[in-house]
């Protein structure tokens, strides 16, 4: 069986795709991966095919227009009736819908967030457009994973839909092998560098500890404004841009930190119903975390104590619960670090990918 996965992206460091195909892919499914050139291509391999289609628009507006205009030509080429199709967020949906009811073949819906409400967005004419699309698209989908718990309840009471939660987390680390004894303590931050994700209020918190060095691992529109951040709090010692990193080192990256911090912020429901993937990539390394108290965090910590939760973005307040953890010190964060990590792992996730599309195959060929 063919299953064809497109998504508005480079694919390089988009994880979740990655283990998806990689689990469809080792239980016998035929994969076709379809991504685009925005933001560069970077050399890549896998065990499966894969098209990166070529982007000629130089802005936003005019890409995603674009990109699904291509992206329904592919799918009109590789698409046959035995199919199933895999779409991933709302931006790489049309085309495949389209292309599902053509050939009358089945359509998955992956919603690594809720794409209408993500700050990016926000009040902006283009929201509209992907609210209609939502709207138009949604109430309609037979077959639908996300990515927390919170989200598909969002879905569900929205759209009356019923997603299958597949959480966007690693597969098992081994134990690192020893703590490393950091002089100064590295305090790290992954992820895009973007608005609401609680960076700029961490790099204030700096002016309030001694004897660290915050490093920033990863890219974004706003990687520029807080480097000038850094320079005019004279914090340039103390704040390291490490810039974009692959996956397999950004894993070695993580494994040497004494905290890690996860504190978004309320930019609408798409960032406070979230679980980001570097909460699990930091318990899967064995680093505490200082978490903000967001439901899909809280579900977390209220399972498994691994770090401390902050309630709000004061600098000087997030500057204490750093400080707590890095009192207390990673060993004293292991034995919840290790319960934490059985069970959030990509492995307790895989099942339910698989069973839903033996289901998608039993009611459709």
Same mark, same amino acid.
Not at 140 to 154: P, R
Not at 287 to 309: A, D, S, T
């Given at each position: 069986m063919?299953v064809?996965?497109?998504?508005?992206?480079n694919?390089?460091?988009d994880q979740r795709?990655?283990?998806?195909?990689?689990?469809?892919?080792?239980?016998?499914?035929?994969?076709?991966?379809?991504?685009?050139?925005?933001?560069?291509a970077?050399?890549?391999t896998?065990?499966?095919?894969?098209?990166?289609?070529?982007?000629?628009?130089?802005?936003?507006?005019?890409?995603?227009?674009?990109f699904?205009?291509?992206?329904?030509?592919?799918?009109?080429?590789?698409?046959?009736?035995?199919?199933?199709?895999?779409a991933n967020?709302?931006?790489a949906?049309?085309?495949n819908?389209l292309?599902?009811?053509?050939l009358?073949?089945?359509?998955?819906?992956?919603?690594?967030?809720?794409?209408?409400?993500?700050?990016?967005?926000?009040?902006?004419?283009?929201?509209?457009i992907?609210?209609?699309?939502?709207?138009?698209?949604?109430?309609?989908?037979?077959?639908?994973?996300?990515e927390?718990?919170?989200?598909?309840?969002?879905?569900?009471?929205?759209?009356?839909?019923?997603?299958?939660v597949v959480?966007?987390?690693?597969r098992?680390f081994?134990?690192?092998?020893?703590?490393?004894?950091?002089?100064?303590?590295?305090?790290?931050?992954?992820?895009a560098?973007?608005?609401?994700?609680g960076?700029?209020?961490?790099?204030?918190?700096?002016?309030?500890?001694?004897?660290?060095?915050?490093?920033?691992a990863?890219?974004?529109?706003?990687?520029?404004?807080?480097?000038?951040?850094?320079?005019?709090?004279?914090?340039?010692?103390?704040?390291?841009?490490l810039g974009?990193?692959?996956?397999?080192?950004?894993?070695?990256i993580t494994?040497?930190a004494?905290?890690?911090l996860?504190?978004?912020?309320?930019?609408?429901v798409?960032?406070?119903?979230?679980?980001?993937?570097?909460?699990?990539?930091?318990?899967?390394?064995?680093?505490?975390?200082?978490l903000i108290?967001f439901p899909?965090?809280?579900?977390?910590?209220?399972?498994?104590?691994?770090?401390?939760?902050? $309630?709000?973005?004061?600098p %000087?307040? @997030? =500057?204490?619960?750093? &400080?707590? /953890?890095l009192q207390?010190?990673?060993?004293f964060?292991?034995?919840?670090?290790?319960?934490?990590?059985?069970?959030?792992?990509? $492995?307790?996730?895989?099942? %339910?990918? @698989? =069973?839903?599309?033996? &289901?998608? /195959?039993?009611?459709?060929?």
């Amino acid at each position: 069986m063919k299953v064809i996965v497109s998504a508005f992206s480079n694919l390089y460091t988009d994880q979740r795709i990655e283990k998806v195909c990689e689990t469809l892919s080792k239980e016998g499914y035929e994969i076709f991966l379809i991504g685009n050139d925005w933001g560069g291509a970077p050399e890549m391999t896998r065990n499966y095919p894969f098209k990166r289609i070529k982007q000629f628009s130089k802005s936003l507006k005019t890409a995603y227009p674009e990109f699904n205009w291509k992206l329904y030509g592919e799918l009109k080429k590789v698409a046959d009736v035995d199919t199933i199709l895999l779409a991933n967020d709302l931006d790489a949906l049309l085309p495949n819908v389209l292309i599902s009811k053509k050939l009358n073949i089945p359509l998955v819906f992956d919603s690594h967030e809720i794409y209408t409400e993500m700050p990016a967005i926000q009040g902006k004419f283009t929201q509209k457009i992907w609210r209609y699309l939502e709207k138009k698209l949604l109430p309609n989908l037979k077959y639908m994973m996300t990515e927390s718990q919170s989200y598909a309840e969002w879905f569900s009471v929205k759209y009356s839909v019923k997603p299958v939660v597949v959480r966007n987390i690693p597969r098992k680390f081994e134990t690192p092998a020893e703590i490393p004894l950091n002089h100064p303590k590295i305090i790290l931050y992954q992820g895009a560098i973007n608005q609401s994700r609680g960076i700029g209020q961490a790099i204030l918190a700096m002016k309030y500890l001694e004897g660290v060095i915050f490093k920033i691992a990863g890219d974004g529109p706003k990687i520029n404004d807080y480097k000038a951040l850094v320079v005019k709090e004279n914090l340039s010692s103390k704040v390291e841009f490490l810039g974009k990193i692959a996956p397999t080192e950004l894993r070695k990256i993580t494994k040497t930190a004494d905290v890690a911090l996860s504190i978004e912020e309320n930019g609408g429901v798409s960032y406070l119903y979230s679980l980001p993937n570097k909460v699990a990539d930091c318990i899967q390394a064995r680093v505490p975390l200082v978490l903000i108290n967001f439901p899909e965090m809280m579900r977390v910590y209220n399972q498994f104590k691994i770090g401390e939760i902050v $309630e709000n973005h004061d600098p %000087k307040n @997030l =500057a204490e619960k750093i &400080k707590i /953890v890095l009192q207390k010190g990673r060993a004293f964060y292991q034995p919840e670090l290790e319960k934490a990590a059985a069970e959030l792992c990509w $492995e307790k996730e895989e099942p %339910k990918i @698989l =069973a839903l599309f033996k &289901k998608v /195959v039993a009611e459709n060929f």
